[in-house]
């Protein structure tokens, strides 16, 4: 009787199910596409019943900005080619088109012409801010201010969105060891942790809490996996990589973006075990569709599909789209590859048409999900974009993050901050002056030399007297993406004038560092000096005048040794964006007290590179005897980096003590660490209490630290504040060679510190 029973229910359910998706095949587009009483995974499952193989890959298909979409249609060669594709809905993405006007114009063609009317999805590299620069990622990972990355993430969309563009390839997660990569400054730094937090705090930024809402858009994760393990730092290079830093270095910020509802995953241009990253089954589907469960669809990098081929995957271009699609990559940036054999591909059974689906329904989803259904010109209103776009909001909002952003490396004898009035200060250094290179690589919606140079920021403080001198040109000429800058090297002509300013000078700012777009995709150094004659600069004044703030603007750390061994008092600013000066003017007049941490390692030469705090011990890590060489070490040089990962000063100190661990944990409980610190200064500062964790034996060996947790707190001076961390088991564990998760039984022990040099410590037993 209950098998009768349960057999009838069954086939109640069936039936259902057939007559609810006969209902949705039934409704025509305009009911699909605005309804109410559907859900999302049904419109899409609506829609996608009435397509065409071709437009289901033209959904596919992701195309640059390919004319002037206001001017008259293309009539000949590839641009006519690729209209006409849009024109018949075998687009289902755009990127690099930007402004009302433009969105308007190529959304009408998608919407108004095709025959099924599916919107575009309008992407752009939205890395560090719209027009409005915030400072570069590297540097903004540098506050450790996960409350102000995300508002940074959340103005740069909210200008962005205003603009027409509602999906940015941002942000990368990338974990890199080595500075000579030139897109460390697109990331977090070095570590897993932290990198997680605030991949995780960007999407949070970038996405809110509802996609729909226009000030919003689709974030990306990049770029899946491994690119920042790029062999000698050269970008697009060989990664080569164990296991155990796969799943517990590389992969972990990934993963926490998922979590967070990420919308979007990149592929990477590199590969890993022979195997290019665009056509990894093992990273797309079995990873992140599958383990993850990840919802959203994945794009491939800029021709990634076909530069299988050069990899030597792919013989020709129908294969590379079949192996591409086949691993789980859901659209094809600029590779034209798709939409050429996709469905040939199909026809021959090569690929299977459920997969083509699978790729479409995330894709579709998405859109539903950014309400472009429902208005598709939501993103187009050009009396927004007129009032969003340069508000004092988000001026405000960049100062902040840039100020928080800047790290103190050095200040002996409190040569910091400078006094406001009654002193004679030279500024020496093209840098000083530059309006175009703060603004760092990855801002290709910002217009040139619209950054508040450094010597504009120190006119805010009128009350002392300025004389500037160049001293040397950094660059020859002004390049932007994607040429190479041109470095001076050879003229020294201006060294004279610099020196003579310098003499007279109670103190010298050298403004030093890398031009803007010497990091960024595509530029890897092999050296981490200051470039050009910069450094003969450098010592040049010091010859004369001892009394130097070095100003530091880079993106990566540079190896400065023979400054930090020198010069009194060195700050790092980055490429800080729009508001560098005024950030950099109040950090050393003393109005914004320096908190920034540094989230890479700054080496002592390049020779040590990849230089990382997280390192494992070797089965000689230690001096065995006097005179004795047989330890890891080198000859010529200390271990020790020039700057440690989470180093930073400020015009205060800080005094650590009462550290509080229990001894005696079981596996699932929790343990709880507590600890006091003290402001012992004379002015209010913020300070990031950064907790580090020892795994001293395992079944995988463990780094000799690894961060675990961390607090930004704000102290008046001789003010106490108790922290208290609490462990769980996601910070107890690991991954073992098979990717799974595990928590042992054994002895740790916990720092506690202002870097990952901490030394108050405490053990316990798990």
């Known amino acids: 009787m209950n098998s009768i029973k349960y057999y009838l229910l069954f086939l109640s359910a069936i039936l259902f199910i057939g007559c609810n998706s006969n209902k949705e095949t039934s409704l025509s587009l305009d009911e699909i596409k605005t309804s109410k009483s559907l859900s999302i995974d049904q419109k899409v499952e609506a829609l996608l019943s009435k397509m065409t193989l071709e437009e289901k890959v033209g959904q596919m298909n992701q195309y640059n900005g390919f004319w002037d979409v206001t001017g008259p ?12 594709h849009l024109r018949k809905g075998y687009v289902g993405s755009m990127i690099n088109v930007k402004g009302v006007k433009d969105v308007m114009a190529v959304q009408k063609i998608a919407v108004e012409e095709t025959r099924l009317g599916i919107p575009l999805i309008i992407g752009f590299d939205l890395i560090h801010g719209y027009k409005t620069v915030s400072p570069i990622p590297l540097a903004e990972a540098a506050s450790w201010d996960l409350e102000a990355i995300e508002h940074s993430a959340k103005i740069a969309a909210a200008e962005a969105a205003a603009s027409g563009i509602n999906w940015t390839f941002a942000p990368m997660v990338d974990i890199s060891r080595d500075a000579r990569w030139g897109r460390v400054m697109e990331g977090a730094g070095e570590d897993p942790f932290l990198g997680a937090k605030i991949g995780v705090a960007r999407v949070n930024g970038f996405q809110g809490k509802d996609l729909s809402d226009p000030n919003t858009i689709a974030a990306c994760a990049k770029h899946f996996a491994g690119y920042g393990f790029a062999e000698s730092g050269k970008d697009y290079n060989t990664v080569d990589v164990g296991t155990s830093t796969l799943h517990n270095v590389i992969l972990p910020p990934f993963k926490a973006v998922s979590d967070a509802g990420i919308k979007t995953f990149m592929n990477s241009f590199n590969e890993l075990n022979g195997i290019p990253a665009t056509g990894n089954s093992f990273f797309q589907r079995d990873i992140l569709k599958n383990e993850w469960d990840f919802d959203g669809f994945i794009v491939s990098d800029w021709g990634s599909v076909a530069e299988m081929i050069p990899h030597g995957y792919a013989k020709d271009g129908k294969e590379a789209a079949k192996l591409a699609v086949n691993s789980g990559s859901d659209m094809d940036m600029e590779s034209y590859l798709y ?10 059974g090569a690929v299977k048409e459920s997969d083509i689906d699978d790729a479409v329904k995330r894709i579709l989803k998405v859109k539903f999900e950014l309400g472009l259904f429902d ?25 902040d993050m840039a100020k928080k952003s800047i790290v103190l490396l050095k ?4 040569l910091l901050p400078l006094k406001k009035e009654g002193q004679k200060i030279a500024v020496i250094g093209a840098l000083a002056s530059d309006k175009s290179s703060p603004l760092g690589n990855w801002r290709l919606a910002a217009d040139q030399n619209t950054a508040v140079s450094l010597l504009e920021g120190l006119e805010q403080y009128p009350n002392n007297t300025i004389t500037f001198s160049k001293g040397a040109d950094l660059v020859l000429e002004e390049a932007s993406f994607p040429m190479e800058v041109k470095i001076n090297t050879s003229d020294t002509s201006g060294f004279a004038q610099a020196i003579n300013v310098a003499k007279s000078a109670d103190v010298v700012i050298l403004a030093l560092g890398e031009h803007g777009m010497q990091s960024g995709e595509g530029r890897s150094r092999a050296n981490l000096d200051l470039p050009g004659v910069q450094q003969q600069l450098l010592e040049a004044v010091y010859k004369v005048n001892k009394n130097i703030v070095l100003v530091l603007q880079t993106g990566r750390p540079l190896a400065i040794e023979w400054a930090d061994n020198h010069i009194p008092a060195i700050i ?26 540094l989230p890479m390692t700054f080496p002592r030469n390049v ?22 060489v047989f330890w890891s070490h080198y000859t010529d040089q200390t271990n020790l980096p020039l700057y440690p990962f989470g180093y930073g000063l400020s015009y205060t100190n800080f005094d650590y003590k009462n550290l509080v661990v229990d001894n005696t944990y079981a596996i699932d409980q929790t343990v709880k660490v507590t600890l006091q610190v003290t402001n012992t200064g004379q002015v209010k500062g913020k300070e990031v209490v950064q907790l580090y964790l020892r795994d001293l034996f395992a079944s995988v060996t463990r780094p000799v630290r690894e961060l675990k947790g961390f607090e930004l707190v704000e102290l008046e001076p001789n003010q106490t504040k108790t922290i208290t961390f609490t462990l769980s088991n996601d910070q107890l564990g690991f991954y073992d060679n098979n990717g799974k998760f595990k928590v042992e039984n054994g002895d740790f022990e916990v720092f506690v510190g202002g870097s990952s040099l901490a030394n108050l410590s405490k053990a316990f037993k798990l």
């Not at 249609?73 to 006409?84: C, D, L, N, R, W």
């Not at 050429?340 to 026809?347: D, F």
């Open 73 to 84: 249609a293309p009539t000949e060669g590839e641009a006519e080619k690729k209209y006409e």
């Open 607 to 628: 020779n040590q590179v990849p230089i990382y705090y997280n390192y494992k011990n070797t089965g000689r890590p230690n001096l065995p005897g006097p005179n004795l």
């Open 411 to 414: 200040n002996e004898n409190n």
């Open 572 to 597: 790092n600013a980055w490429h800080l964006g729009t508001q560098s000066g005024n950030a950099i003017a109040q950090v050393l007049y003393g109005d914004y007290n320096p908190s920034g941490k």
């Open 339 to 348: 939409v050429a054999h996709l469905v040939n591909l199909v026809n021959e």
């Open 375 to 399: 208005d598709p010109y939501k993103y187009c209103n050009q009396q927004r974009e007129k009032v969003v776009i340069g508000s004092k909001e988000a001026n405000d909002a960049v100062l």
